[in-house]
């Protein structure tokens, strides 16, 4: 398993751009929200702890991860946003539906960062159970909520460079 020996929420705080005057959208899935709140979170406060003033956050919920590239599209047309973070949580079921969906939220996700050239960045949890959701949400493995925020932190200052 690709997290079993990383935490999510660590990282080189020294290696994190300070985001004072940017401005994000965060794109939040209702569905599995118990995992979604928390990772969330995470974005949030990591945003915020590195200089995003609050009134520079600005929330979408959406009804599910499918949903969520559409979400960012529609906030990444009014303009004036440094990045967004689009965050879900899909779980595996009984039927091929995770496939459709995993695939689908990942290439849509993919194609507004494109679109609009500013970073989007993927916050999507395709775990086979809960228990794995709840460790990547704020459990054993971190949050991907905390690593969301400091890949867009980094990606903004990566394309605001000279």
């Not at 935490?7 to 080189?12: F, Q, T, V």
């Not at 496939?99 to 395709?126: A, E, H, R, Y």
Request: net charge negative; hydrophobic share 40%.
């Amino acid at each position: 398993m690709a997290t079993a020996g990383h935490n999510l929420s660590e990282h080189d705080q020294d290696q994190v751009p300070s985001a004072a005057g940017k401005r994000f959208a965060l794109v939040v899935s209702e569905w599995n929200r118990e995992i979604t709140g928390a990772l969330r979170s995470g974005a949030r406060d990591t945003l915020l702890k590195y200089g995003v003033h609050e009134r520079d956050i600005v929330e979408a919920w959406v009804p599910g991860s499918f949903e969520l590239a559409s979400g960012a599209q529609y906030l990444l047309e009014k303009g004036g946003y440094d990045g967004a973070i689009c965050l879900g949580s899909v779980v595996r079921g009984e039927t091929p539906h995770f496939d459709f969906v995993c695939n689908g939220t990942t290439q849509g996700i993919m194609d507004v960062g494109l679109k609009f050239s500013i970073p989007v960045i993927f916050g999507v949890l395709t775990d086979d159970t809960m228990e794995q959701a709840r460790d990547r949400s704020g459990g054993r493995h971190g949050n991907k909520g905390v690593e969301c925020a400091v890949a867009v932190l980094k990606m903004a200052a990566l394309k605001a460079r000279p």
